[in-house]
């Protein structure tokens, strides 16, 4: 992503389903980095206010530091913890794409994003299975990959969002090659490994 002329990293975060878990694990997971020192860098939280609000009376925990971006349309969402319906999955969409927006025109420096609900975003009308392929969409990317990381260990996945009965049909050496590609260009440019070894898992 863009970054910023800031001295302190700006991060965005996307609610996920605000019916879910994503709120829970933001919550605490901020608490957790704040209870020390100051962790160094700025939370955007882009969530509805009701769900905020509903989350942390549930959690009975203390708010964490977080400037609150409130999602359009979800002034009166009532939370609903573990119900699948289109008015959360629609506000974890508006949620992530106003996140993405924010990095594009430089407002933020990166994007993290809490689970959706795939049900819950086809009920709203969203036709792709996850956030990797809305934010390659929205980007215009000509190709990409996920790649979880580790210290010392990237993986970058052939397939992603599809049942595992699906897989062997979509894998081709054209879709590998690709997804290789796009690993050692990665490794290169972002974790500067000058000459990246990678091993293709059957």
Same mark, same amino acid.
């Given at each position: 992503?863009?970054?910023? *002329?800031?001295?302190? *990293? ?7 389903? *605000?019916n879910?878990?994503?709120?829970? &694990? ?10 020390g ?17 509903t =989350?942390?009376?549930t ?21 609903q913890?573990? #119900?699948?319906?289109?008015a ?5 969409? &508006? ?22 609900s ?7 009308g969203?036709?792709? *299975? ?13 190709? =990409?990959?996920?790649?979880? &990381? ?23 050496a054209?879709l &590998?090659q ?5 690993? #050692?260009?990665s ?9 990246p070894?990678?091993? #293709?898992?059957?």
């Amino acid at each position: 992503m863009n970054s910023r *002329p800031t001295p302190r *990293p700006r991060i965005a975060i996307s609610c996920g389903d *605000p019916n879910g878990i994503g709120l829970e &694990v933001t919550f605490k997971a901020l608490a957790e980095l704040q209870s020390g020192s100051d962790p160094e860098f700025d939370v955007l939280l882009f969530a509805p206010e009701s769900a905020i609000h509903t =989350h942390l009376e549930t959690l009975s925990i203390k708010r964490p530091v977080f400037d609150l971006v409130s999602t359009p349309g979800g002034q009166n969402f009532q939370t609903q913890f573990g #119900v699948t319906d289109a008015a959360a999955g629609k506000l974890s969409m &508006v949620a992530f794409e106003q996140a993405v927006d924010c990095c594009l025109n430089i407002r933020a420096d990166a994007v993290i994003t809490a689970p959706i609900s795939k049900e819950s975003i086809e009920l709203a009308g969203y036709n792709k *299975p996850g956030h990797t392929e809305y934010l390659a969409e929205t980007t215009c990317a000509e190709s =990409h990959a996920m790649i979880m &990381v580790d210290k010392t260990f990237r993986i970058a996945l052939v397939t992603t969002h599809i049942p595992i009965l699906k897989v062997a049909a979509q894998i081709t050496a054209p879709l &590998v090659q690709e997804k290789l590609g796009v690993l #050692v260009a990665s490794l290169r440019q972002d974790f500067n490994v000058k000459a990246p070894r990678s091993a #293709v898992l059957g």
